[in-house]
């Protein structure tokens, strides 16, 4: 069974530039997850998706990033425009739902770096 | 945001040791994950706990979810080079919302 896929596994940008991530989940996986993870951190939600529904944004910073799950498949998150502390980790796990639990799994991640 | 606390922060073993490591939390939670992260890569499920009191096993390593919900551990035994990396807990309160990451061990092996 393949993985979460992302791409790409890394990005140099200038500052003020946009950028945009993709994730393809595993197959079936309903729930797809976005994580930012800092410099020895642990990964932290960005957004949250249901299928195609955001079911949680709060932790997203709408002024300057947007997601985006269209078919309630693959995903795309955007930075525009990007900014020197974005310069980070960003994951993307997905899960299935069985019952009232469930595991994420990860991607690889994109490596962001804003000069 | 919230944040688990994760003990120790990085731990230099000897080849052959057995290693320990927790989580605490001030919420309680219905599921503790472990999670092994490699440089440039992606964290990978290790274990994953379901019950208060859940004791299991995953070759090496083991884990238990803590009585109060609010707690885990994982124990690797007889340690080896490959172990190196970086081990995170994640605790989920209801099923499908966000895990709550430590901030992580770092484990070094020297053979």
Same mark, same amino acid.
């Given at each position: 069974?393949?993985?979460?896929?992302?791409?790409?596994?890394?990005?140099?940008?200038?500052?003020?530039?946009?950028?945009?991530?993709?994730?393809?989940?595993?197959?079936?996986?309903?729930?797809?997850?976005?994580?930012?993870?800092?410099?020895?951190?642990?990964?932290?939600?960005?957004?949250?998706?249901?299928?195609?529904?955001?079911?949680?944004?709060?932790?997203?910073?709408?002024?300057?990033?947007?997601?985006?799950?269209?078919?309630?498949?693959?995903?795309?998150?955007?930075?525009?425009?990007?900014?020197?502390?974005?310069?980070?980790?960003?994951?993307?796990?997905?899960?299935?739902?069985?019952?009232?639990?469930?595991?994420?799994?990860?991607?690889?991640?994109?490596?962001?770096?804003?000069? | 945001?919230?944040?688990?606390?994760?003990?120790?922060?990085?731990?230099?073993?000897?080849?052959?040791?057995?290693?320990?490591?927790?989580?605490?939390?001030?919420?309680?939670?219905?599921?503790?994950?472990?999670?092994?992260?490699?440089?440039?890569?992606?964290?990978?499920?290790?274990?994953?706990?379901?019950? $208060? /009191?859940?004791?299991?096993?995953?070759?090496? !390593?083991?884990?238990?979810? =803590?009585? #109060?919900?609010?707690? +885990?551990?994982?124990?690797?035994?007889?340690?080896?080079?490959?172990?190196?990396?970086?081990?995170?807990? $994640? /605790?989920?309160?209801?099923?499908?919302?966000? !895990?709550?990451?430590?901030? =992580?061990? #770092?484990?070094?092996? +020297?053979?």
């Amino acid at each position: 069974e393949a993985g979460v896929v992302q791409s790409p596994r890394y990005k140099i940008i200038e500052k003020k530039q946009p950028v945009a991530f993709w994730c393809n989940p595993i197959s079936g996986h309903n729930t797809l997850y976005w994580y930012l993870q800092n410099l020895g951190q642990g990964p932290e939600l960005l957004i949250r998706y249901e299928n195609e529904e955001a079911v949680d944004d709060s932790q997203l910073p709408k002024d300057r990033f947007s997601a985006e799950r269209l078919k309630g498949v693959d995903s795309t998150l955007k930075i525009q425009p990007a900014e020197l502390g974005d310069s980070a980790v960003y994951l993307c796990a997905s899960s299935p739902r069985r019952g009232s639990t469930d595991t994420q799994y990860f991607g690889p991640g994109t490596r962001l770096t804003v000069l | 945001g919230q944040q688990l606390n994760q003990s120790p922060q990085s731990m230099f073993i000897q080849e052959g040791e057995d290693v320990s490591m927790n989580c605490t939390s001030s919420s309680i939670f219905n599921t503790w994950l472990w999670y092994k992260q490699e440089p440039g890569e992606g964290p990978v499920l290790l274990i994953a706990l379901y019950k $208060a /009191g859940e004791l299991t096993s995953n070759g090496r !390593l083991t884990a238990q979810f =803590g009585i #109060t919900r609010k707690d +885990s551990f994982l124990n690797i035994s007889a340690s080896i080079p490959s172990d190196v990396g970086i081990y995170f807990c $994640a /605790g989920q309160g209801q099923a499908g919302t966000a !895990l709550i990451f430590g901030k =992580g061990t #770092t484990l070094s092996v +020297s053979s």
